[in-house]
């Protein structure tokens, strides 16, 4: 076995160098769920984008049920707040195609929620891309448009389901503040959930199931206390067209 000794001029010629060598591969290891930082060929999901605008884009997620949409499409025609988005499941969608066709012809975006209502991380590759795509063929018959955006059911996803989507020509879209009316708290706690959190570049997750009736209560309170805020509220599109995104993968 050969031994190789430094001399100290040695140590000194090569020391700094070792040193930023070390530093740099510790960096990446921390950073190593964040790779997107050294990597931009790897997809992502957004979660808000960074802009000193005072606008934000209020999401709606929909998976089942009548009772809410219905409302909810109203105060967004009342309050003139039609610049959001919706993310759709497909069984819903094909099952209540007259409310589908009204978001379009209202000018809501309308984007995916997936087909099931599984956690993608737990299947393969190939399961994954039948959810979107049986989704995808509903969204795309009853509007014409192609769908470009999707929240996955949950908001599950890991690197491999970033990939079939991106693959697949979708953004993965999440939220980074959360009103928790899935939770039933009372419209007053909706809304200051949204109210005490919202900041320039926001996502904000509400859904528009039957399960949370109480957002229709909140909903008008929400919209009229961003414009008193002075946020312009704006489609997922429109946010990232705007803004530079800021992603972050799991």
Same mark, same amino acid.
């Given at each position: 076995m050969r031994l190789f000794i430094l001399n100290r001029?040695?140590? %000194?010629?090569?020391?700094?160098?070792?040193? %930023?060598?070390?530093?740099?591969?510790?960096?990446?290891?921390?950073?190593?769920?964040?790779?997107?930082?050294?990597?931009?060929?790897?997809?992502? =999901?957004?979660?808000?984008?960074?802009?000193?605008?005072? /606008?934000?884009?209020?999401?709606?997620?929909?998976?089942?049920?009548?009772? =809410?949409?219905?409302? $909810?499409?109203? $105060? %967004?025609?009342?309050?003139? =707040?039609?610049?959001?988005?919706?993310?759709?499941?497909?069984?819903?969608? !094909?099952?209540?195609?007259?409310?589908?066709? !009204?978001?379009?012809?209202?000018? $809501?975006?309308?984007?995916?929620?997936?087909?099931?209502?599984?956690?993608?991380?737990?299947?393969?590759?190939?399961?994954?891309?039948?959810? /979107?795509?049986?989704?995808h063929q509903t969204l795309l018959e009853l509007t014409g448009k192609e769908p470009t955006?999707?929240?996955?059911?949950?908001g599950d996803f890991n690197k491999r389901t970033l990939k079939v989507a991106a693959d697949m020509g979708y953004s993965v879209i999440q939220w980074d503040t959360d009103s928790k009316d899935w939770m039933r708290p009372g419209p007053d706690k909706i809304v200051e959930n949204v109210l005490s959190k919202v900041h320039p570049g926001d996502i904000i997750l509400l859904h528009a199931s039957d399960? =949370?009736?109480?957002?229709?209560?909140a909903l008008p309170r929400i919209i009229d206390g961003l414009r008193e805020k002075g946020y312009k509220i704006v489609t997922v599109t429109q946010l990232i067209e705007n803004a530079t995104a800021k992603k972050k993968i799991e």
């Open positions: 001029k040695a140590l %000194l010629r090569y020391g700094s160098f070792v040193f %930023l060598l070390l530093f740099a591969v510790g960096l990446i290891y921390i950073e190593r769920n964040y790779i997107s930082v050294f990597s931009t060929s790897n997809p992502s =999901a957004i979660y808000k984008v960074n802009t000193e605008q005072k /606008m934000v884009a209020l999401t709606f997620d929909i998976s089942w049920g009548r009772k =809410a949409p219905e409302p $909810i499409l109203n $105060i %967004l025609e009342q309050k003139n =707040a039609k610049a959001v988005t919706f993310f759709l499941s497909g069984p819903w969608a !094909r099952d209540n195609a007259d409310l589908v066709r !009204r978001m379009d012809q209202m000018g $809501i975006e309308i984007a995916s929620h997936g087909w099931k209502h599984v956690n993608y991380s737990k299947y393969d590759d190939e399961y994954i891309k039948e959810q /979107m795509l049986l989704a955006l999707i929240r996955t059911p949950n399960s =949370a009736l109480q957002t229709i209560d």
